[in-house]
């Protein structure tokens, strides 16, 4: 079964930077690609970055400010995220990419001064 638990979100000042990370369990994680996700307020859920074989993509708004990474010993992927602007509040997901219909809980990011 597969389990996927995001963290890290919290609410930060316009420019300022947070590090999500998910650990996943239920799958051979090393070999996955993995992707990060957000939905905004009345938005629908969209691919933010994603890696597979050491090649990443981003999206075209988050290029230049975000960075994902993952560390396979501890089943973990991770999204940089510096300069963080208002457009940026969402609820941040990690999956694979493409992505399973299950979701974990998201973590919630906020930019507000």
């Known amino acids: 079964q597969v389990q996927l638990v995001e963290s890290g979100g919290g609410l930060v000042q316009p420019g300022g930077s947070l590090r999500l990370s998910c650990v996943a369990s239920?799958?051979?994680?090393?070999?996955?690609?993995m992707g990060w996700y957000r939905q905004g307020p009345g938005q629908e859920r969209e691919l933010v970055a994603a890696?597979?074989?050491?090649?990443?993509n981003y999206a075209d708004s988050v290029k230049g400010r975000f960075t994902i990474s993952r560390d396979n010993d501890k089943n973990t992927v991770y999204l940089q995220m510096n300069n963080l602007k208002p457009e940026d509040t969402a609820v941040y997901y990690c999956?694979?990419?493409?992505?399973?219909?299950?979701w974990g809980q998201g973590t919630q990011v906020t930019v507000s001064s």
């Open positions: 999956n694979l990419w493409p992505h399973l219909n299950y």
């Open positions: 239920g799958i051979i994680f090393s070999i996955k690609p």
């Open positions: 890696i597979a074989r050491g090649v990443k």
